[in-house]
């Protein structure tokens, strides 16, 4: 039996943390986790905020995903977006899911994130 969902594993190019923390940190509040020693030898970082958990490893040849995405719950979405937009943040409305309000953007190295916040 499936009980929760306990993280999202993203890639990212060798050597990306340092384009990584600006964003994931200060853009989107999260806060940078410590990996364990055996798996930071790999590169490649950890966040969280509250229960949710983004792991990023870095993959010799790594294309971002166009289509594949994790899908953020947020609350505000419209100061969200707002605040993603002052960081030059790229910010993509789509209307599309009843029921609510959502937005695409991308992380410094083209992976694609989709927040969205109910409106009922």
């Known amino acids: 039996m499936l009980t929760a969902l306990d993280h999202v594993q993203l890639a990212a190019p060798p050597g990306a943390e340092d384009l990584l923390r600006p964003y994931y940190v ?3 509040g999260m806060t940078e986790v410590p990996k364990p020693p055996v798996l930071a030898a790999r590169g490649g970082c950890w966040f969280q905020a509250g229960t ?3 792991h990023f ?3 010799a040849d790594f294309r971002p995903a166009r289509k594949a995405h994790p899908g953020l719950r947020v609350i505000g979405i419209e100061a969200y977006a707002a605040r993603l937009a002052s960081h030059g943040a790229k910010v993509i409305w789509d209307d599309d899911l009843p029921g609510h309000r959502r ?3 991308e992380d410094p190295v083209g992976n ?3 927040f969205l916040e109910p409106t009922g």
């Open 26 to 28: 200060d853009i989107l």
């Open 52 to 54: 949710v958990r983004l």
């Open 57 to 59: 490893g870095a993959e």
């Open 103 to 105: 937005f695409y953007s």
């Open 112 to 114: 694609r994130l989709e």
